[in-house]
């Protein structure tokens, strides 16, 4: 393997972690409890120590949604720059639009360096720590050593998946930081075998040592093998691919399945049988993680208007960060009946509701258009900027029931992995290699959001599909570049933001169609963490 990992690992930090999480982020997720005097023995040769390291690592991997970086933008960075998105303002609107974020010195990258690069640099560190411990440690059963071990490895295979799809020239290691070795440098970026190698096979022992049905928030079974289809996919085998995702859907032990209406996917903790792996939060708990602003970006400003208050059911508080664009919606709205777009994963119109503040003439359930978007180029809206800020549709994936209103920041369980995209993982390896009929798992999707079944599948119908069921969701940037960088460009020269439907950005520094680069297809390292490097380690390809 190529070799250490150059961030100084620092005891201290690990046990303060684990004293503050052990709670955990539900009222019996991940309860193992620790000693009220924990030392580094504890944690690396005890059965305790070492269930406390893993509860550990959930919180880390929380870490990237709850880190307050620009308007909480750890969740919101991948999804900001697909095709599928339209960034209005602030930081992110800026890396979004690529204007930030694409050099290795700027301070966007400086952002995604903390956010990313950092972040799973330091999961896998903390996980290959409790790997190596867990193999050598005395007293502990087989049986609870491979529980211990599979999810560590779970979370090293993530962090590496993670950083090889978004930097691609990275380096991975199985060994443990010590006072020996904390300053070697690393001099050269790993091989895409030994990547891939070593992904694969900590995904492999994670499927073989995980259970199906585990405590909800823990990852199983089931989330290991949707990523290790996510990979297969990643690498061309297809029949892997297909061999996982099926294994998901149809073995008799697997306790998932869709749910039976896309209203019910984002309601109340998602804790369901499509779910296959959410990040919880939980108000007013030891270890419930910190409030974000994860909803607040999706969600417009509606509430400005008179005639209506925040309103959970129209979207709680947001400030209209990042918004659907008109490629998206217009795919979601080719079939009159699809209910993706119908206040379920989108909300399309708002309402008055304030009925002590309402405009003369109007009444409460009134439909509010006084805003207007440019539907003719020839005749433009003279309101096209308020209607983006305050009555564009917003994505509704990340309300919660329980959400505040009034604020920007809530707590809330975030879904990662689910068991739609299983689904669409099956119907894409199955078309590809041509082994089998991809249409029951991409239909099944279509039937359940009451849309007209499809008679054929082949690349596009796939990728639209994804959009329509999966956007913002945090996998869009990692299919356009799995696809290739034909694909790539493709998109995001066509659709990125809403080119001449809002003037605003068109065909300037704010027009992402404009500022997309070929080299994009790769994150810059930061050039700070390039220089803890070996002196000759490579820089990606553009920068």
Not at 320 to 347: G, Q, W
Not at 421 to 430: F, K, R, S, V
């Amino acid at each position: 393997m190529n070799i250490k990992y150059y961030y100084k690992k620092t005891i201290g930090g690990l046990l303060a972690c684990m004293v503050l999480l052990l709670a955990a982020s539900c009222d019996d997720f991940l309860a193992e409890q620790p000693s009220t005097l924990i030392d580094s023995d504890y944690v690396y040769t005890t059965e305790e120590g070492l269930k406390s390291g893993v509860v550990s690592l959930y919180k880390f991997n929380r870490d990237r949604y709850d880190t307050n970086i620009q308007d909480y933008m750890g969740g919101l960075i991948l999804p900001s720059r697909s095709d599928l998105a339209f960034n209005r303002s602030g930081y992110l609107g800026l890396i979004g639009r690529y204007q930030r974020g694409v050099s290795p010195i700027d301070l966007g990258s400086n952002f995604i360096s903390s956010l990313f690069w950092k972040h799973y640099y330091k999961i896998s560190s903390k996980a290959t720590d409790i790997i190596n411990a867990a193999e050598v440690a005395n007293g502990i059963d087989q049986a609870t050593k491979n529980q211990i071990i599979a999810e560590a490895k779970f979370f090293r295979a993530e962090a590496y998946f993670y950083l090889y799809r978004m930097y691609n020239n990275i380096y991975v290691s199985t060994e443990s930081v010590t006072v020996d070795n904390a300053f070697d440098l690393i001099l050269d970026k790993s091989s895409d075998e030994e990547i891939l190698a070593l992904i694969n096979s900590d995904l492999d022992f994670a499927i073989e040592h995980l259970n199906w049905d585990v405590t909800f928030g823990r990852v199983s079974k089931g989330t290991a093998k949707h990523v290790k289809a996510q990979l297969a996919l990643w690498e061309g085998d297809w029949l892997e691919a297909k061999t996982q995702a099926l294994s998901v859907i149809e073995d008799p032990d697997s306790p998932h399945g869709l749910l039976p209406n896309t209203a019910d996917v984002f309601k109340g903790e998602r804790n369901h049988a499509e779910q296959l792996f959410v990040v919880q939060a939980k108000d007013n708990v030891l270890g419930g993680g910190n409030t974000s602003m994860l909803n607040a970006n999706y969600i417009t400003q509606y509430f400005h208007i008179k005639g209506i208050e925040g309103d959970v059911s129209q979207g709680g508080k947001g400030f209209s960060r990042i918004l659907p664009n008109l490629y998206l919606l217009n795919l979601l709205a080719e079939d009159e009946n699809d209910t993706r777009d119908d206040n379920t994963y989108f909300r399309l119109k708002y309402y008055y509701n304030d009925v002590d503040n309402l405009p003369e003439g109007k009444k409460v359930g009134d439909i509010i258009d006084i805003y207007e978007p440019i539907t003719d180029l020839d005749n433009p809206s003279k309101t096209y900027k308020k209607y983006y800020q305050n009555l564009h549709p917003s994505c509704l994936k990340f309300a919660q029931e329980d959400d505040d209103p009034n604020s920007y920041q809530q707590r809330s369980n975030i879904l990662v992995y689910r068991l739609a995209e299983t689904y669409l993982i099956a119907a894409e390896a199955i078309m590809r290699s041509g082994n089998g009929d991809p249409l029951p798992y991409i239909n099944a999707i279509r039937e359940r959001a009451g849309a007209a079944v499809l008679s054929n599948v082949d690349e596009q119908a796939i990728l639209d599909e994804r959009a329509r069921e999966l956007a913002f969701e945090g996998q869009r940037w990692f299919t356009l570049k799995r696809m290739g960088a034909t694909v790539m460009n493709r998109q995001m020269k066509n659709y990125a933001g809403d080119g001449p439907y809002f003037p605003a950005n068109y065909g300037g520094i704010k027009d992402p169609r404009e500022n997309w680069q070929d080299h994009f297809i790769n994150f810059p390292i930061f050039q700070e963490d390039l220089d803890l490097l070996g002196p000759d380690y490579p820089q990606n390809n553009g920068y």
